[in-house]
């Protein structure tokens, strides 16, 4: 992860691929994003990260120019593109939904930009079939998009939108359709992709995961605003927010009285599960609680426990660090809440 923020940092330094400033939109009295200042590096895999409503689709859309901002510019590769037209400029997007033509073959869906860019009928069917090589779809270029899955669309979505080789892709929430097994498959196939291609990418999802998975860099999105921007692990290590850290993983939050009395300090906190062991035998300097539940997940248990000092905490135990454990509701037991495990939030 450091090898990639330092890769950041450098890339950063040359021209931003994408770079907004004071980015504003209201929609009446709706503010659904509020003075966004942003930049992406090129070649950057770059994720917009939040719940629904926070405005990351009517940024990205305004990238992509279907929206013109209220306030503020949008400057691609150093170019002010503020006030162009979608067709204008260096990007393509991916839309959730596809968008396929039925009635065009594969290869027509995938050749259809090189068309209105007036490119020849040979050169464009090469190129089609180029593209759909890329995301291993070899082969399907006679079929209908009707005679094809889930993930295959989405794929042809992807050719067509990298056939024109944009210097800019935008993808909002391309995976959201596909059930887990696709998605996850898909999500590295993405990832592949992106660096065959050396093209900027920027990846709007609501899924945490996803955006841990694939990302350089996520930015946390919150009611029109970014929360925080960072590397997967700065966010998952070092959150500043009650929001980043309860939205980013799962947590536990500790609020200035129960920071007091578990480590004497009146601050806000958080502790991820994982950091929490969990046993039996009482040693000096844990503490004491008692299961409310233990969920079995397989690959490991979460444990919710009711601390005899007072709050209530989960804890993620990993199957294999003691395979014989089993954990139970009512189960009395010892928790290590190391101080260095604990992260300072900003209040708010
Ligand atoms: N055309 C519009 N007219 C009025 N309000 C809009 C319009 N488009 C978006 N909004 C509002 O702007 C806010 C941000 O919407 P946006 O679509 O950017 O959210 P999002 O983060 O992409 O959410 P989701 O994860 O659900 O796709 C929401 O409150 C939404 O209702
Ligand atoms: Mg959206």
Not at 60 to 78: C, K, Q, S
Not at 146 to 173: C, F, N, Y
Not at 266 to 287: D, K, L, N, W
Request: glycine share 8%.
């Amino acid at each position: 992860m450091k090898e990639t923020d330092s890769e950041v940092g450098i890339l950063l330094e040359n021209t931003p691929a994408i770079s907004l400033r004071g980015l504003t939109k209201s929609f009446g009295s709706v503010h659904a994003v509020s003075n966004l200042d942003l930049d992406i590096a090129s070649g950057e895999f770059f994720s917009m990260l939040g719940p629904s409503g926070s405005g990351k689709t009517t940024v990205l859309r305004m990238i992509a120019g279907f929206e013109l901002p209220t306030a503020g510019t949008v400057v691609l590769d150093g170019t002010d593109v503020t006030k162009l037209a979608p067709f204008d400029r260096d990007v393509n997007t991916v839309f959730q939904d596809y968008a396929l033509f039925g009635h065009m073959t594969v290869l027509e869906n995938v050749a259809y930009g090189l068309r209105v860019r007036g490119i020849a009928k040979a050169t464009r069917s090469k190129q089609a079939e180029e593209a759909l090589e890329m995301v291993r779809l070899g082969g399907f270029g006679g079929r209908k998009p009707a005679e094809l899955s889930g993930g295959q669309r989405q794929r042809v979505a992807l050719a067509r939108a990298i056939v024109v080789k944009p210097k800019v892709l935008l993808l909002d929430e391309p995976l959201g359709a596909l059930d887990l097994k696709l998605r996850e498959q898909m999500q590295i196939e993405l990832k592949q992709l992106q660096r065959e291609l050396a093209i900027t990418f920027v990846f709007v999802t609501h899924d945490q995961e996803e955006a841990l998975t694939l990302s350089d860099r996520i930015a946390v999105f919150n009611s029109g605003h970014i929360e925080q921007i960072g590397s997967p692990r700065e966010l998952y290590e070092q959150p500043k927010t009650n929001f980043v850290a309860g939205f980013v993983g799962t947590t536990n939050i500790f609020d200035e009285d129960a920071s007091a009395l578990l480590f004497g300090k009146r601050i806000r906190s958080t502790m991820r599960p994982e950091r929490i062991p969990v046993f039996e035998q009482p040693t000096q300097g844990a503490r004491q609680g008692r299961v409310i539940e233990a969920i079995y997940l397989g690959s490991a248990t979460r444990i919710h426990i009711k601390l005899d000092a007072g709050p209530t905490i989960t804890a993620l135990v990993r199957a294999g660090s003691d395979a014989e454990q089993q954990w139970h509701r009512d189960q009395v037991v010892q928790v290590d809440l190391d101080e260095k495990n604990l992260v300072k939030l900003e209040t708010n």
